[in-house]
């Protein structure tokens, strides 16, 4: 199994940033991508960012392009997710996940991941 955990969440003002970051433990063998999702009250998770382990390519939302950036650490098996800019539309909880997988094919779509971290949450005032 692959265990990830979550940090850096917390509240900020519109305009803002914030880091967050996911460390893998357990089987990190079993997923070659890993990825950022979030999900607000009422809504579906939806797909932020990933990245592509062994060479780094990243993969982006639209709704996020130009101001989120999601980068990794392959020696500390942890992924970040710098977000600059932040808009109040932005709040919600953020997922860490892994997967392994072959292709990038609807990569941001949750039905393609396999192991999921706990959550942390944004919330980004006006």
């Known amino acids: 199994q692959v265990q990830l955990v979550e940090s850096g969440g917390g509240s900020v003002q519109a305009g803002g940033s914030l880091r967050l970051a996911c460390a893998a433990s357990?089987?990190?063998?079993?997923?070659?991508?890993m990825g950022w999702f979030r999900q607000a009250p009422g809504d579906e998770r939806e797909g932020v960012a990933a990245?592509?382990?062994?060479?780094?390519?990243?993969y982006y939302a639209d709704s996020v392009k130009g101001r989120f950036a999601i980068s990794r650490d392959n020696a500390k098996s942890t992924v970040y997710l710098q977000m600059n800019s932040l808009k109040p539309e932005d709040t919600a909880m953020y997922y860490c996940?892994?997967?392994?997988?072959?292709?990038?094919?609807?990569?941001?779509?949750?039905?393609?991941?396999?192991?999921w971290g706990q959550g942390t949450q944004v919330t980004v005032s006006s």
């Open positions: 996940a892994a997967t392994g997988r072959s292709g990038s094919y609807r990569i941001l779509s949750s039905n393609q991941w396999n192991y």
């Open positions: 357990g089987a990190t063998w079993r997923y070659n991508y």
């Open positions: 990245i592509y382990i062994s060479n780094g390519s990243t």
